[in-house]
């Protein structure tokens, strides 16, 4: 099994999976799971040297089904939400109405939660406080480090998205176009770090 004959074949072929941790199979029967950032934006390549990214999907998750033409179950983290107009251009035809997407927002109100209207999916919104992706999914989620002990990099993605999927909460029911609007300043990232 490849990513050749799922739902991701297509960011494989454009060089939009980068720095994968994990990309591979999960261990449910017949899905593939992928760790890692979607590149959004490309950089224009100078000469023969490849630039990385502008920017990305970041700390992101996913499972898709072998021969499967949309994304399962996705998260990641997504620094600016303006930017969701790129990842819509980019990934949203992969999304579904059954699919599970969890994305976490670095421009939204802490006490803030939204079920996103995203064509036919719905985008489960939310604050990411300081922390990674993997240790809010894990919150949301109620497992700990324990749970993960026995796994291989595929069944940790398997198992992280599943525990998401059936702890998912409805939130605000909103509209992308008002959605957008609820952008906050974005943080500089280096702020308050030791020099």
């Known amino acids: 099994m490849t990513f050749e004959t799922t739902a ?16 591979g199979a999960s261990d449910k029967e017949g899905y593939l799971a992928y760790r890692g950032d979607f590149a959004l934006k490309m950089q224009e390549a100078k000469a023969d040297e490849k630039r990385p990214p502008e920017f990305c999907l970041e700390q992101g998750l996913a499972l898709v089904k072998n021969g499967g033409s949309t994304i399962d179950a996705l998260a990641g983290y997504i620094h600016d939400i303006a930017n969701l107009n790129t990842f819509k251009d980019v990934m949203g035809s992969l999304l579904s ?13 802490f006490s803030d939660k939204y079920s996103v209207a995203f064509g036919d999916a719905t985008l489960t919104v939310l604050p990411l406080d300081e922390s990674t992706v993997w240790k809010e999914l894990s919150d949301l989620s109620g497992l700990d480090k324990n749970d993960f002990k026995k796994l291989d990099g595929g069944g940790k993605v398997q198992l992280m998205l599943d525990k998401a999927g059936e702890s998912k909460s409805t939130y605000e029911q909103i509209s992308f176009e008002d959605f957008l609007k609820k952008a906050l300043p974005v943080r500089n990232r280096n702020e308050n770090r030791p020099v």
Not at 97 to 109: C, E, K, M
């Open 97 to 109: 109405s059954s699919g599970n997407y969890i994305i976490f927002a670095g421009n939204i109100d």
């Open 8 to 23: 991701l074949a297509g960011l494989e072929q454009e060089g939009r999976l980068v720095d994968a941790v994990y990309k």
